[in-house]
C-alpha cells in the first residue's frame, strides 16, 4: 500500500495537472507524469495509479475537441487499434521488452526525420487510406497496449493528411479515449491494478480537470512556430530513450529525470511479460499541424 506522504500527495497532485494539460492540447507535458511519479514510488505502480486519471481527463478531452475530427480516420483508426490492443493482451507474456523499445524508438525517430526534412509530406496531400490505416492503427495500439506510446504510429499515419489543427487534436484525442477505456479491461484482467488504492485517484481528479482547461486555453494562444519545435524536440527526445532502452535493456537508470523516463518505459515492458504485471497508464495523445506533430502519454 502506498504511503501517502506530504511529498508524495504533492507528486501525485502535480502528476495529475500534467496529465491533465496533455489532454488539453500539451502533449509534451504529459511525457513527464509517470517518470515524475517515479521519484516516490516505482514507475509501474505510478503508471497504473495513473491510468484513471488518463481516462477521466479523457472525458473533458473529449468534450473540449468534440466538433473537431476526422470521422474517416477514426472510422479506420478506432477498430484497428482495438485490434492492436488486443494483440497487445493476447501476447503480453511473450512481447520482449527490446523489441518493443526499438519498434517504438525507430518510428519516433523516423516521424522527426520526416517531421524536419520531408518536404514531400508538407507539399503533397496524403488520403486516409485503409491499408495504411489498419497498419498504422494496429500498431498504435500495440504500443499503446505495451509501453503507452501510441502516438508515433498515429502521427506517421494522420500528419501527411494536413488536417487542420484543431481537427488533428480532436481526432487522436477522441482515439486514445476510447483506446484507453479499451485497455481497462486487459490491464484488470491482469491484475495491474491490485494493491493499488485507487480512491486516491478521485482526490487526483480535480487537479488533471484543472489542467484540460488551462491546456486547451494555453495550447489556443500559443504561437504554432514554438508549439511544433517543442512537441518535436521532446519527441524526439522521448523515441531516442525508447531505442536506448531497446538497444540496452540492462542498462541501470541515470540520476536525472531523463534517465528515469528510461528506466519507466523498460520497467512496464519487463513487468508487462512476468506474472506480476502492475501497469501502466499512457494515454498517447497528440496536437499537431502540417509542420509538425506532437506526443504525449
Known amino acids: 500500500m502506498i504511503e501517502h506522504t506530504p511529498l508524495f500527495l504533492t507528486v501525485a497532485v502535480i502528476a495529475a495537472f500534467l496529465v491533465g494539460l496533455s489532454k ?3 502533449p509534451t507535458v504529459g511525457t513527464l507524469s509517470v517518470p515524475l511519479m517515479a521519484l516516490v514510488i516505482s514507475p509501474v505502480t505510478a503508471a497504473a495509479l495513473l491510468l484513471p486519471i488518463y481516462v477521466v481527463s479523457d472525458m473533458f478531452g473529449l468534450y473540449l475537441y468534440r466538433h473537431h475530427f476526422s470521422a474517416r480516420n477514426l472510422a479506420i483508426l478506432t477498430p484497428s487499434a482495438i485490434v492492436g490492443v488486443g494483440i497487445g493482451w493476447l501476447f503480453s507474456s511473450h512481447l520482449s521488452s527490446t523489441f518493443i523499445g526499438m519498434l517504438v524508438g525507430l518510428v519516433g525517430l523516423l516521424f522527426c526525420f520526416n517531421a524536419w526534412v520531408g518536404a ?3 507539399k503533397k496531400t496524403r488520403k486516409a487510406d ?3 490505416g489498419i497498419f498504422w492503427g494496429i500498431l498504435t495500439g500495440l ?3 505495451v509501453s503507452h506510446s501510441g502516438a508515433p504510429p498515429f502521427q506517421m499515419y494522420v500528419l501527411p493528411q494536413h488536417l487542420e489543427k484543431l481537427v488533428f487534436a480532436g481526432t487522436s484525442t477522441i482515439l486514445f479515449a476510447i483506446v484507453n477505456a479499451v485497455k481497462l479491461v486487459p490491464y484488470w484482467e491482469l491484475n495491474q491494478f491490485s494493491n493499488l488504492d485507487l480512491s486516491l485517484g478521485l482526490w487526483l481528479v480535480p487537479a488533471a480537470v484543472i489542467g484540460t482547461y488551462a491546456g486547451a486555453i494555453f495550447t ?5 512556430g514554438p508549439f511544433f519545435l517543442l512537441v518535436q524536440l521532446t519527441l524526439f527526445g522521448s523515441r531516442s530513450n525508447s531505442l536506448r532502452t ?6 541501470l537508470p541515470n540520476p536525472s529525470l531523463a534517465g528515469i523516463a528510461v528506466f519507466s518505459h523498460h520497467a512496464l515492458t519487463v513487468h508487462m511479460r512476468g506474472r506480476m504485471r502492475n ?7 497528440h496536437r499537431g499541424g502540417p509542420c509538425g506533430a506532437c506526443c504525449r502519454t
Open 24 to 26: 488539453g492540447g500539451l
Open 120 to 122: 514531400r509530406y508538407r
Open 130 to 132: 485503409i491499408p495504411g
Open 143 to 145: 504500443t499503446s497496449f
Open 220 to 224: 489556443r494562444i500559443m504561437p504554432d
Open 246 to 251: 531497446g538497444l540496452c535493456p540492462s542498462s
Open 279 to 285: 501497469g501502466g497508464c499512457g494515454c498517447d495523445y
